[in-house]
């Protein structure tokens, strides 16, 4: 049993000292809505009754569903931006006290994805006012960036200030917030990556929510990471890298998505995944969306598809996940990844998908196991070094500095405008892939910088190469591309020209994923020996 000991109080993400109570975990505090919080209904949200049997799947939808009015209020009056692992908590604190001695108003889905005819509960915590709950379809939208789908207000919403922290090491931060409004997926909401906008006339924050086809056939498939995303959430004082005391030594070793993301509650998705999906949506490509989680549950979706793509960072991968794609690979469908630091942590899932678990030391409860011990995909007793699959392997980060373009005849860069040597400046880091990093098969360097980590010179670029059942491979190897197409990197503007480079790169690479096995269209011109 866990004695009486200091706990938590979450306010926008940092913690105070309060009193806790035997060993559940639940949290006391001074609060005068805390009495209310049992007796809050659920609000059983009005949604259209369109059957999933109209769900737009012709070809052309994308386009057609773009054509459809956009706005930009979805990012009018929302807190600070990203935060992953805390960076902006203690100046947002410090406002939200001398402001309203409450954080904003803040939520979950109890659901990272749901498929049409599904439902979702969203719980909230809010500040004694009703909450509007806007959702909107994020894409390109005439260059607005996102659709209002639908949306609702709800009674007002106490404060809610019960958490639950498993005992050390693994400290594991949940909350006990009940569903306040329950919602039906239809086919009025179109596959897409969503964002839950909650307002009650102060700052507001997003919650994100993926909304799949699982009966799609589209051209490509989109995996957001949102392992990576939960792997770096701060909220409530803890991630999988830092505890409540910014020390790696108390860091959780299980995190949950029963709490919001701290920050502006997107995840990383705003800088690490949107600019891919509004240019997708922008070209009218026919593309379809999911989850890490859902790859990891339903692996043979990936046969469904010409390739998949993955976002800036996706770090965080299940054994699952990773026998899906290279299934996919071996059966002739492109992968692509449009960042850095891929396939890095080999990760455990928990609590039917609720909990990520990586442990990084001999303290996991399943050290012994080579097929469950979560650690670096390179390292264990069953090595799967990541540079197998994607042909590079993370060499690090800290990095700033810029691609040159090795061969402007080289497929990614036609029609581009951009020339053999010209340089893409800044787009290369913070963290950095590098062939050099790990053993791997033959590929074709297209981009390259040589970058300084660790006092030595080490080699990234982008990098591709194709297999005997014609899938190809392409990987960017660095975490700054996505952020470029919409000048959203959290360490910097970018020159516009960058962002216009990296965009129409971009554009080239989408529409030949789209296209079908890149092997065949393209066969990669290999320069570097596999190793």
């Not at 109209?54 to 052309?60: K, N, V, Y």
């Not at 993301?261 to 997708?280: M, R, S």
């Not at 059942?469 to 470029?484: F, K, L, P, Y």
């Amino acid at each position: 049993m866990i004695a009486a000991a200091v706990a938590i109080l979450v306010t926008a993400g940092v913690v105070t000292a309060l009193e806790t109570h035997g060993s559940t975990g639940l949290l006391s505090a001074t609060s005068s809505s805390q009495s209310s919080q049992s007796s809050q209904q659920v609000q059983v949200a009005k949604t259209p009754s369109t059957p999933c049997s109209a769900i737009d799947r012709a070809p052309g939808w994308v386009t057609r569903e773009n054509a459809r009015k956009g706005t930009r209020a979805w990012k009018s009056k929302v807190v600070g931006g990203y935060s992953g692992d805390g960076r902006i908590q203690r100046p947002m604190a410090l406002a939200t006290r001398l402001i309203t001695q409450l954080p904003p108003v803040s939520g979950w889905f109890d659901q990272v994805s749901v498929n049409c005819g599904e439902q979702v509960g969203l719980h909230l915590s809010g500040r004694g006012k009703p909450i509007k709950v806007d959702l909107y379809r994020t894409g390109y939208y005439q260059g607005m960036g996102a659709r209002l789908v639908w949306s609702t207000t709800t009674p007002p919403i106490p404060f809610r200030s019960q958490v639950s922290i498993t005992p050390n090491p693994a400290h594991k931060i949940s909350t006990l917030w009940p569903v306040s409004v329950e919602l039906k997926i239809t086919g009025a909401f179109p596959p897409g990556m969503y964002l839950a906008k909650l307002n009650d006339g102060w700052k507001a924050t997003y919650v994100p929510l993926t909304i799949r086809d699982d009966e799609s056939k589209a051209a490509i498939l989109f995996v957001s990471s949102v392992l990576t995303g939960e792997a770096y959430n701060h909220w409530g004082g803890s991630s999988l890298y830092r505890g409540t005391n910014g020390s790696a030594q108390t860091r959780s070793r299980i995190v949950s998505f029963d709490r919001p993301y701290d920050g502006n509650g997107a995840d990383q998705y705003l800088i690490h995944e949107f600019g891919l999906v509004k240019l997708a949506e922008k070209l009218g490509i026919d593309i379809t969306y999911t989850t890490d989680i859902d790859l990891n549950n339903n692996p043979e979706q990936v046969r469904h598809h010409r390739s998949i793509i993955f976002g800036g960072h996706s770090e965080y991968w299940t054994t699952s996940m990773r026998n899906a794609v290279e299934l996919a690979r071996a059966t002739g469908v492109n992968i692509a990844n449009f960042g850095a630091n891929v396939a890095y942590w080999r990760t455990r899932l928990e609590d039917n998908g609720r909990s990520v678990a990586v442990w990084r030391d001999n303290s996991d409860p399943y050290k012994n196991d080579p097929a469950m011990r979560t650690n670096r995909w390179r390292d264990g007793l069953l090595p799967r070094p990541e540079s197998l699959l994607f042909g590079v392997q993370y060499a690090g980060l800290g990095v700033k500095s810029d691609y040159r373009i090795l061969d402007a005849k080289s497929w990614p860069f036609l029609g581009t405008g951009l020339a053999t040597n010209q340089l893409i400046d800044g787009v290369v880091g913070k963290e950095v892939d590098s062939p050099d990093a790990g053993p791997g098969p033959a590929v074709q360097f297209l981009t390259s910088s040589i970058v300084r980590i660790k006092k030595k010179n080490i080699r990234v670029g982008m990098t591709y190469y194709t297999t005997l059942r014609n899938s190809g491979v392409i990987d960017v190897s660095t975490d700054g591309w996505v952020c470029a197409i919409e000048d959203v990197c959290n360490w910097g503007h970018l020159p516009a020209k960058t962002s216009r480079a990296i965009a129409a790169v971009t554009k080239q690479t989408l529409e030949a994923l789209a296209a079908g096995p890149l092997g065949l269209a393209h066969p990669a011109k290999l320069n570097i020996a596999a190793r």
